[in-house]
């Protein structure tokens, strides 16, 4: 689906940075020693290889599974005004979710080779799952727009809240509380009713400073962060590395489309810098055993094996247990081959079904209408082209027009 309404630049116009609008242009343009200050913008499509849940796919989405907790609505999770009255259907998905479950994909090794070699200047991610810490990019590097798991705080009176102490309860399926005035703990992912971070804001300048913008993962459709590709200045080579065109993208004169997997994207990138060798083994780092500790193993069944075979098999039951209770009597009487009674079978419950990634739409002023669109009213106002100091300034014309940074 994807927000697209500008055309493709035409081929006949040259471009103005790189050699040619190709991967292997691009390549030469990032390797030629002209590139230090690279701006990546990222969404839940980085994410997808590595197994985290949907949140919206029919039956198998992570709010369908949270339906049977009674909700109002499924998305009622991230609304901050629910949240205080019954937190428990968040700490159901924060169990699922919570750093530590999934490895990062190539594409967050991809950003943290990129810091590696100096050029990273700012990420920002629209992800709350937190792989680009798993995958070593450190917190200078990183802009969270929606929050995320990385911190956690009272939501009464502020106090910071000890990582150790919410992992533990999140894995023992408790809610915690604050040490200080026993207020409900949540980690500063933004609900309904909260603002983006400050940190968003004082950033979001940075890209008018890059010398290259690489957008991965993410349909642009939520704003401000959907803008944030517009702010680089009309020169700057931009990126997508994406399923499909975005956000205008693909329309300037130097712009690079990479459309498939991103993973596929960036390894073909690495692979025309000649950095495919060091992006492989930054991946095989985040693994959580390395290889040669695999090679040194006797090739025989481990107790890790069987245990991971166990869990395999009891989530299996677990989702048929979870579809058996889904069925009216009418059909579980049928299932166990009973006599079946000369009636009409009751209609099941209604499915939840909505589009759409886990972070939907924002206003401009920055709270966020988050997942959740009929909640969202009609906003058709631009968000502010007014763009915060973030120290050294240059003088641009970014694509929007501002001539200001």
Known sequence: MGNEESSPVNESVPPQTLSGRTVEALADYIISGKVSNICVMTGAGISTSAGIPDFRSPDTGLYANLARLNLPYAEAVFDIGYFRENPEPFYALAHELYPGKYRPTVTHSFIKLLQDKGMLMKLFT???????????????????????????????????????????????????????????????????????????????????????????????????????????????????????????????????????????????LAKACGWLEDLEALWAQTAPESATEMLEKPAVETKRDKDEALDDEINKLTKEVDETLNLSKWHETKVRGDKVPDEKSPSEPPNVTASGGPTAHENPKGSLNHVYVSKAKDETSEPSSEIPETGETKEATTRGGDSKM
Do not use: W
Request: proline share 6%; charged share 30%; glycine share 10%.
């Open 126 to 268: 629209q992800n709350i799952d937190c792989l680009e810490r798993e995958a070593g990019v450190t917190d200078d590097k990183i802009v969270e727009a929606h929050g995320s798991f990385a911190r956690q705080s009272c939501i009464d009176c502020g106090s910071s809240y000890p990582e150790e102490d919410i992992k533990r309860h999140i894995d023992a399926k408790e809610i915690p509380r604050c040490h200080n005035c026993k207020g409900l703990v949540k980690p500063e992912i933004v609900f309904f009713g909260e603002q983006l971070p400050e940190a968003f804001f004082r950033s979001r300048g940075l890209p008018a400073q890059a010398d290259l913008c690489i957008v991965m993962g993410t349909s642009l459709t939520v704003q401000p962060f959907a803008s944030l590709p517009q702010m680089t200045r009309e020169q700057t080579p931009r990126v997508l590395i994406n399923k499909e065109r975005v956000g205008g993208i693909g329309s300037g004169t130097d712009d690079v489309l990479i459309l498939g997997d991103c993973d596929e994207g960036v390894r073909k």
